[in-house]
């Protein structure tokens, strides 16, 4: 690539060389053709009628008129042949020269010359030839001359090799000077082009910080106003486009959503966590679309859907339950590629399934007591007076007990649902955890003892304080040991036993009663959960003891685990942090 500085020194010396060659050459020329017409006009005025009559006379002499009439035309100073390279011939009829201003007894035969000897004057000179001359017949009566002047352009020729040497000498300082303005202009022109091509490679990498220096008012000035101007536009957009992508990669980045997008050949071109979270398998480039939805849609098909329209399917991916929501998007012109959208509905549908299950199991525990009651009812009523009035009693007992009973399940539901809605008042204060437990084995002491169980306390006086409502945890441990008491045959044994670990303090309540089968132990804190529900029926329980525990003791950062062995006994253990 030839540089600018290199173009504009050439074009400089190709229009000095075309200038310097036009004007040498229109110079030389005038020079040449002004000379031929002085020579002309010369001639012209020397050969007059008048001077011819004189040569023709002098001719017409007998011997010795050759030299005579050369002698008349040298003395004849308007014929300049005195000067350098200009003679006179005198010649007879045949071009023999006769006598001659140089001595020269030949000359050249030239076109003038042979027209002289057909006996008419010869003056045509042209520019290219390396002489002018004249050739004039004198008819002398029987002596018949010519009179030939020649000039071999001397003087013409000294002043045209002057000539040429003055323009070489202009045309060599022209250049230098040429030379010498083109590299300066071309200075000029480099210096902020340079600058604007570093200012466009810096663009170009991305750095849009550097503002190029306006130092003229010219084409270039303008140029580089319009690139700042264009790489402060360009930096707003590209800040603008960066901070679109930034939000839309947040946005992917951290929404619940899972989000993959495929290229318009099938392959992956994007995935969030979310995704590959849900389809649980790494989403890498190479995977496609069906190798992961190949199964719920076509992807073809999926390409040639409308701009508004989707695909809507579901798939399961492991223990999850995933709704899909597939559209093609599109760039300029053509198809960009397909968007899958995955809503992970697993707790939807479980949360649906615990609310049928839970209001099933609502109904299902009122309905077996509201039975009871209304069988009850109809029977007095029906048998009137023929009942005795023992069994009467004892119906109208069963009625009390199964009304007591669906009061217990109202209330304990309505104890989860504020819970649930996050209604429940506590009553927080802070109170000895050990005065607490030893409360609840008061409680329950004398019911123990009804079954013949031997209960045991282990609860050192100088427990930690707690922050919390007293009541409700004193109502959680008493849940936990009727438990113990409810399922473990009459004359079991029954241990409490409380204490400190790290920053908790802990009130463990052992049986040796039935026990919970393994299976049973993740459920037993759902709502209505039982696992011998003849067994808790009968013993008044209503299956949402263990849940309102579990709610109570998350209100109070504590926690409670079961443990148990199947046919040998239950260990619940309930852990509260220490009043701080
Ligand atoms: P319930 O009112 O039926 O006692 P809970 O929520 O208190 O309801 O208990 C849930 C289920 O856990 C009970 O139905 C019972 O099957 C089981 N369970 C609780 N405590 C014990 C225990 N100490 N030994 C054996 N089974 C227990």
Known sequence: MRSLRTKMVMIMVLLILALMTVVGSFLINGVGNYYIDAFDQQMEQTFSQDFISQLQQLAAKPGGSAQQMKQLLMSQSDLGIDLAGRNVYILDQSGQVLDSSNQANSVEMTANLLTAMNGKVGLGNSIVSSYMDLAVPIDGGSNHYIVYILDNKLTVDALTSQLLAIILRSLVLGLVVCVILAFLLAQILITPIRALTTGTRQVAAGDFSQKLEVTSRDEIGTLTRNFNHMSQVLQNTISEVENERNKLSTLFLHMTDGVVAFGPTGLMIHCNPAATKMLARNLDPTVTFDSVFGEDAEFQKLLTLKRSEYLECQKRAGDRELELFMAPFSSDQSVGGAMVVIHDVTEQRKSEQTRREFVANVSHELRTPLTNVKSYAETILSAGDDLPPE????????????????????????????????????????????????????????????????????????????????????????????????????????????????????????????????????????????????????????????????????????????????????????????GA
């Open 391 to 578: 069994l009467r009693n004892n119906f109208l007992g069963v009625i009390v007990s199964e009304a007591d009973r669906m009061t217990r399940i109202v209330k304990d539901l309505l104890t989860l649902t504020k819970f649930d809605y996050g209604k429940m008042e506590m009553n927080i204060s802070r109170f000895s955890f050990a005065e607490a437990v030893q409360n609840v084995h008061k409680a329950v002491a004398l019911d123990a003892q009804n079954h013949g169980h031997t209960l045991t306390l282990d609860c050192p006086d100088d427990l930690p304080s707690v922050d919390g409502d007293r009541e409700r945890i004193e109502q959680v441990i008493m849940n936990i040991v009727s438990n113990a008491i409810k399922y473990t045959p009459d004359g079991g044994k029954i241990a409490i036993t409380a204490g400190t670990a790290g920053k908790s303090v802990f009130v463990r309540i052992s049986d040796n009663g039935i026990g919970i089968p393994e299976k049973d132990l993740p459920r037993l804190f759902e709502r209505f959960y039982r696992v011998d529900k003849a067994r808790s029926r009968e013993s008044g329980g209503t299956g949402l003891g263990l849940s309102i525990a579990k709610e109570i003791l998350n209100q109070h950062k504590g926690d409670i685990r079961i443990e148990s062995v199947y046919g040998e006994g239950t260990d619940v253990t309930i852990t509260l942090p220490i």
